[in-house]
């Protein structure tokens, strides 16, 4: 199952150290969030763990297998789905298109998405599925986005700032996704969001980090009640 745990994660860019030991267990089947101010390290944890920006200490393990010294393409393969921030399509693609080029199922999964599931998760890509996807909206550019991860059938799915800069209706929709569809069929994700109360309702477990820290977590009630740490850490 997928399990992810990071123990006494550093990263640097260069010279410069970003991370500064990050510990974290996200257990199997959970939905699990990661907050903070900008600028804290929540992206390049995830390329830490991905392996875009490789780890120069630490531990990430994904299913009790050592991913740190992996390559990318590997720790794509053993099923960590990632939707990085901005708009990750391909503009000259249809959005059928776009979802049937990353359609995969390498670990079996009994019931894989396809590209008519992921369109009836989002209406809004339903009635767009043979239109270029360099015309589709911001929200709706980022719906495909997830849509394209998914066809992966990812065990793991990372969203970094998946509603960043989207308007309230459309991100609306994407939580409602993950709340309803996702985490109801027991996808396990980590969610990089700015949205406490959002996020409480869809995740079991928070995450906080400050300057390339964890210095928060705990479960949805007690994120909800700790209002001084949402004004210390989250700026809420
Ligand atoms: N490619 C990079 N090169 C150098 N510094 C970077 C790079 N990307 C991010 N940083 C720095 O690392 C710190 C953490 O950034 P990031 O992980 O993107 O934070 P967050 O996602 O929480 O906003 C910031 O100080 C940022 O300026
Ligand atoms: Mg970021």
């Known amino acids: 199952m997928s399990k992810l745990e990071l123990q006494g994660v550093e990263t640097y860019y260069g010279p410069s150290q970003?991370?500064?030991?990050?510990d974290l267990v996200i257990e199997p089947?959970?939905?699990?969030?990661?907050?903070?101010?900008?600028?804290?390290?929540?992206?390049?944890?995830?390329?830490?763990?991905?392996?875009?920006?490789r780890a120069a200490r630490g531990?990430?393990?994904?299913?009790?297998?050592?991913i740190l010294t992996l390559p990318a393409y590997r720790i794509a393969q053993l099923g960590i789905g990632y939707v990085p921030e901005g708009r990750q399509v391909f503009?000259?693609?249809?959005?059928?298109?776009?979802?049937?080029?990353?359609?995969?199922?390498?670990?079996?999964?009994a019931d894989p998405w396809t590209v008519e599931r992921v369109l009836a998760l989002f209406p809004r890509l339903a009635e767009r599925a043979g239109q270029y996807a360099r015309t589709l909206s911001g929200g709706?550019?980022?719906?495909?986005a997830i849509g394209r991860a998914l066809m992966t059938n990812p065990k793991f799915?990372?969203?970094?700032?998946?509603?960043?800069?989207?308007?309230?209706?459309?991100?609306d929709e994407i939580w409602a996704v993950l709340e309803h569809n996702l985490k109801q069929a027991g996808q396990a994700i980590l969610v990089i969001d700015k949205h406490p109360?959002?996020?409480?309702?869809?995740?079991?477990?928070?995450?906080?980090?400050?300057?390339g820290q964890i210095v928060w977590s705990g479960d949805s009630q007690a994120l909800l009640i700790d209002e001084a740490m949402q004004e210390r850490y989250l700026g809420v």
């Open 140 to 144: 709706e550019q980022q719906m495909l």
């Open 29 to 53: 089947g959970e939905v699990a969030t990661l907050m903070g101010r900008n600028g804290m390290g929540k992206t390049t944890t995830v390329r830490s763990i991905m392996g875009l920006t």
């Open 157 to 171: 799915l990372i969203l970094d700032e998946a509603t960043e800069g989207l308007a309230p209706t459309i991100r």
């Open 59 to 66: 531990r990430i393990r994904f299913d009790e297998q050592e």
């Open 91 to 109: 503009p000259n693609l249809t959005v059928q298109e776009n979802l049937v080029a990353t359609a995969a199922n390498r670990h079996g999964s």
């Open 197 to 211: 109360k959002a996020m409480a309702r869809i995740a079991d477990r928070h995450f906080v980090m400050e300057k």
């Open 18 to 22: 970003v991370l500064f030991g990050v």
